[in-house]
């Protein structure tokens, strides 16, 4: 396997495999610099910087485009990506839209192929990832860009033929033009290469974002943290000051850390015009409902000693907004028609979303901001007169986005910031290299959880994915088939885990009317969560993870056991094991990643049977998921 790009510099398109120039140790990783100045780009120099882990091999790479010239050029298309050998091979990724992330595609590369995302938001057509299967191996491919991106396979005969398979920045209106002697550098591509599956090389993926990508300081967090959400459960129709204020009183006794305000705190609600309409006048507050303020709310939340939240839809501006009447230069506009966001190509707007945030933790409290997108915005803005050209418009945008991002997390180091973006239709390590968590989907039924959980974590490392156990709903938000409240007196202690667990692999929220609860859910949740709280750092946040199935999917598909291993440092794992809708029998599953020779002690934690085996056997013969459908058990291995 090698290195390999394509760029379009004024209209003339190059693909190229460069060569190896230098190489520096820098800590755990080498970066090594490939150089190449194709005759069909005069004045070009492409410059290829990868930064490798040096145990794993996964790497980050990063493509400059140098002009040399005296006179400007326009970029429009530069990808990074493999040349392998021109033989066999199948791409595997994923489709996704609203409630639908992480459908799962694959197709064999007999000839040229092109997947496009050109709605704005990285995640809304397909996954930023690509896994290439061939017959050199197997290789996890991710981009770390949050707008239109493209994935192109190619095959070339002639020369030093190679199958081509490349991501990167690019769409049928997209250009930049680079000024002489300036450079420009292209979204960051991951990959990650293994001999023996593709799950392997995920894993290095993986390891790769919390090791190098991530912002979360591991050194600084004891635990993963649990967080109360009001939106499923209330929306911004039912929400209030009191129901908050109990939620959370309630919350700190079950060991919740986090109370997130979501949206329905801001505007007039007494219009009657809904929160989708008024978003961006964010210093207006909804006194009908919080009459004490927002001020008020956060000081009385935080004093429980549960962490007060807000969520913020930051980039986006509604109809009725009065943003857009203070603020009209602030708009993204294409063809002189609004976008319904502001345009952060212009500092000016930057500034603005900066100042708007400070008030967020400054005056109300907040320890945690959830930053939502809830539109397209396709091509984005080529208004010149942002601070950027007509083609790079959505360009600009999200480099804005990403300093404001890096902005607050310098001031403000201990604020959590999570990204949403209509679920889960912006999951890239583009922003989440600049957040802490990434929320997986808006519908959390079991099914559609497991779904996106085992397709997100194909790049993204379980400590940085954020969902909710199956919410209480005052709409079917989960469908016709799932209840609005799972959630009741007469369920079984075994559903009621299987409910709370399947969202236990990584930082996890819930949202639901949690007066209204009885009181053994109450303290199987508390139990719940001193569990968490006990594993998370060692086990998740500092851990590995390989996943020991297929993926599960909607409907009752797909794979209907899900198991899922969580090693420690030591190699002590935890095992997270859950029977679905359709699974009957049972299963063995082997595990992975134990030490050989050891001697575990195996307990599980439910049923309490216990045996000492070797690491050998644990994963030659592995462990048996039994039981009823829509249950789970944990195991220990030590």
Known sequence: MRFAYTVCVDKTVWRGIPTLCDEFTEGKRLHRVYRETPEELTGILLELHEFADRVSGAAKCCLKIKNTLDRPVRISKADVGVAVENGGAQLHYFSSNWGREFDP?????????AIHVLSGRSSKGFAPWVGLECSEGFVSMNIGWSGNWQATTYRRAFGDPALFVCMGIG??????DIPAKEEFEAPEVYISASKESMEDASFGTRQYFIDYVSIIDKEK???LPVCYNTWWCYEDRLVNENKCLQNAVIGKDLGITNFMMDAGWFGNNADGINWYQKRGDWDIENLEDFPHGLHYLGEAINKTGVKFGIWCEIEAVGEYAELNHKHPEFIAKRDGQSLGYVCMGNPAVVDWAIGVVDKLVTEYGAHWIKFDFNLDPNSGCNCTNHGHGEGDGLYAHYKGYYRFLETLHQRYPDL????CCSGGLRMDFGILARTHFTFL?????VDNHFQTFWGATAFIHPAGCYHFTQSESCGDINGPDEPRNPISADMSQTKFDFYIRSSMMSTFGLSYDLPSWPDWCKKRLKEHIEFFKSISKDYILCGSMHRLTGQALRYGKGDRFQAYQFNAKDNSAYVFLYKLKGAGGERRICLKGLEPERFYHVRYVDRR???TTT????????????????SSEIIEVR
Do not use: C, Q, R
Request: charged share 30%; no cysteine; net charge negative.
């Open 171 to 176: 769409s049928h209106d997209f250009y930049i």
């Open 221 to 223: 967090w004891d635990t």
């Open 416 to 419: 959590i910031l999570e990204n």
């Open 105 to 113: 595609l694959n197709m064999l590369l007999t000839e040229t192929h």
């Open 615 to 630: 690491g050998a056997e644990l994963m030659e013969k592995g462990v048996v998921i039994s039981g009823m459908e829509e």
């Open 609 to 611: 049977d216990e045996f």
């Open 441 to 445: 989907s808006d519908p959390d039924y």
